[in-house]
């Protein structure tokens, strides 16, 4: 049994070692320690860093101006004008939809929800080209909706029906793995004090339940909006990959390197991880912004 030390001089005395223990890292030696950091340093800059850097290079290599060119190009332009627009209809389907299962899954009780639960994981499971080809089995031209949909004049596979489905599967878990580990830590008994106190449910949900689930389903929503703007595999199947009317940024640098108009395809790689880099950094920013205004 562990005796807690109660006179000063016993507090005294433990608290500078436990404070040197804390410092070394649970009394790991300087060497491990520094052979451990620099092992994941190492495989960080491996996986990350130097890959990302030889790719910018590789697209500045003939200057600034053909990198500029190649994203000024009438087919960049609109492979990346139906990028935006299917990152935007995903993003806000997908946040609010996420947001009422994540709800669901928490607060709600019914026959089924262990499994319902454990299928939102199956996009992370999936191979996004197979999720593509379940999607043109259903949706397809002679899948078991597609020919009904096309006879009321509703095309979805091979158009930008298809591909915004392809983007809400793919990202459907971001936001409900973000907000739900939330919600259970939170609890009910905030929301139920709010209640007997007279407030409605969107009073409460307002000023109780948005505070502590704001910065989960951000970055729920951050993921979303990154992984969107880089899906390819389940793109590829459902889009047809038709030049100027369903190829978006990664079928572009895709076709790009099978053309071989590398110019293109790393510029557009670098925009395209840019882009997810630069939401990534605002996202972060804000958060530190605002905690440090709350504290």
Request: some cysteine; proline content about 5%; glycine content about 10%.
């Amino acid at each position: 049994m562990a005796v807690e030390p109660t006179h000063p001089s016993l507090i005294s005395a433990v608290e500078p070692r436990a404070a040197r223990v804390s410092h070394r890292g649970h009394g790991s030696s300087p060497f491990v320690r520094l052979l451990l950091t620099s092992a994941v340093v190492g495989w960080f800059a491996l996986l990350i860093l130097v890959p990302g850097l030889a790719l910018v290079r590789a697209a500045l290599a003939g200057g600034a101006r053909p990198f500029y060119e190649a994203l000024a190009s009438a087919d960049a332009q609109r492979a990346f004008g139906l990028t935006i627009a299917i990152t935007a209809a995903t993003t806000v389907v997908n946040t609010l939809f996420g947001l009422g299962l994540a709800v669901v899954l928490v607060r709600h009780r019914f026959r089924g929800r262990a499994l319902v639960d454990s299928l939102v994981d199956l996009p992370f499971a999936v191979s996004p080209i197979v999720a593509g080809l379940m999607l043109v089995i259903v949706f397809g031209p002679k899948g078991w909706l597609g020919p009904w949909l096309e006879l009321a004049g509703i095309r979805v596979v091979y158009a930008w029906p298809g591909m915004v489905l392809a983007c809400l599967f793919v990202t459907l878990p971001f936001v409900v793995r973000e907000v739900v580990p939330v919600l259970r830590e939170f609890g009910l008994d905030q929301e139920e004090v709010a209640h007997t106190l007279g407030a409605g449910r969107w009073t409460t949900f307002r000023l109780v339940t948005w505070p502590s689930i704001r910065w989960g389903l951000a970055y729920g929503v951050t993921l979303t909006v990154a992984r969107s703007l880089g899906e390819f595999g389940a793109l590829l199947v459902v889009s047809g990959n038709i030049l100027g009317r369903t190829q978006t940024a990664t079928l572009y640098v895709h076709d790009g390197i099978e053309s071989f108009n590398t110019e293109g395809a790393y510029a557009a790689s670098v925009a395209l991880a840019g882009l997810s880099f630069a939401l990534l950094l605002a996202m972060e920013a804000v958060r530190k912004r605002v905690a440090a205004r709350e504290e």
